[in-house]
């Protein structure tokens, strides 16, 4: 047998991912889909928050895109950790929940240039507008970003690694759109 075909744990359990282990989180660079994920969230609910004609609440926008994305993390950490439920001690189940929540702090992490943004919209009483476009074009390219990075972390060349950029910013400029057409 080789690596993959390896049995994990015990016989009447399924096997786990290669490298997955006994402990929930994450494989080589899965732990960057909380960065899209968040990005993703927070990109829908800077487009979502605000509407044309209604007073321009960044501070409370900005508790809300913090709020859901903690909460997010937090559903899709205990998510995670029921799937992957295993009769061990209690003990050992409230460690793996814990660690499984841990991992979720990308999410919640990628969330915050949005929240930032919107503070400083606040602090600086800048135009709803334009933090929305801002918000939305930056939220843009670290999509862009996460989706290159993660495919050169996983061994894409260059080019592919690019198109996969491309293909996640393709999800920031659907928003845009959206944003557009809804408003």
Same mark, same amino acid.
């Given at each position: 047998m080789n690596?993959?075909?390896q049995?994990?744990?015990?016989a009447?359990?399924p096997?786990?991912?290669?490298?997955?282990?006994s402990?929930?989180?994450?494989?080589?660079?899965?732990w960057m889909?909380g960065?899209?994920?968040?990005?993703v969230?927070a990109s829908?609910?800077?487009?979502?928050l605000h509407?044309?004609g209604e007073q321009f609440?960044?501070y409370?926008?900005?508790?809300?895109?913090f709020?859901t994305?903690a909460t997010a993390g937090?559903?899709?950490g205990y998510s995670?950790?029921?799937a992957?439920h295993?009769?061990?001690s209690?003990g050992?189940?409230w460690?793996?929940?814990?660690?499984a929540?841990w991992?979720? /702090?990308?999410?919640? @992490? =990628?969330?915050?240039?949005?929240v930032l *943004?919107?503070?400083a919209a606040?602090l600086?009483?800048w #135009?709803a507008?334009?933090?929305?476009?801002v918000?939305?074009?930056?939220n843009?390219?670290l999509?862009?970003? /996460?989706?290159?990075? @993660? =495919?050169?972390?996983?061994?894409?060349r *260059?080019?592919?690694a690019l198109a996969?950029?491309?293909? #996640?910013?393709?999800?920031g400029l659907?928003?845009i759109?959206a944003n557009?057409?809804?408003?």
């Amino acid at each position: 047998m080789n690596e993959e075909q390896q049995p994990h744990g015990r016989a009447d359990q399924p096997a786990l991912p290669s490298g997955a282990g006994s402990r929930p989180g994450r494989r080589g660079a899965d732990w960057m889909f909380g960065g899209v994920y968040g990005t993703v969230l927070a990109s829908a609910l800077l487009a979502a928050l605000h509407q044309k004609g209604e007073q321009f609440t960044p501070y409370y926008d900005a508790s809300w895109v913090f709020v859901t994305a903690a909460t997010a993390g937090l559903a899709h950490g205990y998510s995670h950790h029921m799937a992957s439920h295993r009769g061990e001690s209690a003990g050992h189940r409230w460690r793996m929940l814990v660690l499984a929540l841990w991992n979720e /702090w990308p999410l919640i @992490v =990628a969330a915050l240039p949005t929240v930032l *943004l919107l503070v400083a919209a606040g602090l600086f009483d800048w #135009d709803a507008y334009a933090v929305n476009a801002v918000g939305l074009g930056v939220n843009t390219a670290l999509l862009f970003t /996460w989706g290159a990075l @993660v =495919a050169l972390r996983v061994g894409y060349r *260059l080019g592919s690694a690019l198109a996969i950029g491309m293909a #996640d910013a393709t999800i920031g400029l659907a928003i845009i759109v959206a944003n557009a057409v809804i408003k």
